[in-house]
């Protein structure tokens, strides 16, 4: 399980000494901890790895924006600590998809349920989620869903 390796992570970071190692893996166990606190809530059972794929991208998005903002701040120091914290995040993603894979997807998504027009969106990129959780960026994925589905 990710929470595991994030765990045995952790302790090796804490041993070599690696603070921004450190710092980040505490950082997403904290994430973990508030999302499944905020899943209990909402009377659902603790995340589970698909779901924390999901947190770890929201994750990522955040510390891109905030590289984009430092960056036109003139922060570069503060730039690098957020492109590092990226960096550890990302290697507990499984392997992005290359778009000609994320295209094949979408097309074998659309076939399969049927989808005939943009009403029928939420349904494709929902069939996306349950198969690609992590593997894609559903941002771009959602604009080439409405360009295929519009067009």
Same mark, same amino acid.
């Given at each position: 399980m990710l929470r595991d390796d994030i765990n045995n992570a952790l302790k090796d970071a804490m041993k070599s000494k690696d603070e921004r190692k450190v710092s980040t893996l505490r950082m997403m166990n904290s994430t973990i901890k508030n999302a499944d606190i905020e899943a209990r809530g909402a009377g659902k059972p603790p995340l589970s790895d698909g779901d924390l794929l999901g947190v770890f991208q929201k994750m990522i998005k955040q510390r891109q924006e905030s590289v984009?903002?430092? +960056? /036109?701040?003139?922060?570069? +120091?503060? =730039? /690098?600590? +957020? @492109?590092? +914290? *990226? =960096? *550890? *995040? @990302?290697?507990y993603l499984p392997k992005q998809m290359s778009d000609a894979d994320v295209a094949a997807a979408i097309d074998a998504a659309i076939k399969e349920t049927g989808a005939a027009g943009v009403k029928d969106m939420g349904k494709v990129i929902g069939a996306l989620k349950a198969k690609y959780a992590g593997q894609m960026d559903f941002g771009k994925a959602s604009g080439l869903v409405k360009g295929k589905l519009a067009g």
């Open positions: 984009v903002l430092y +960056e /036109k701040g003139g922060r570069p +120091e503060l =730039a /690098k600590q +957020e @492109t590092d +914290e *990226i =960096a *550890i *995040i @990302t290697g």
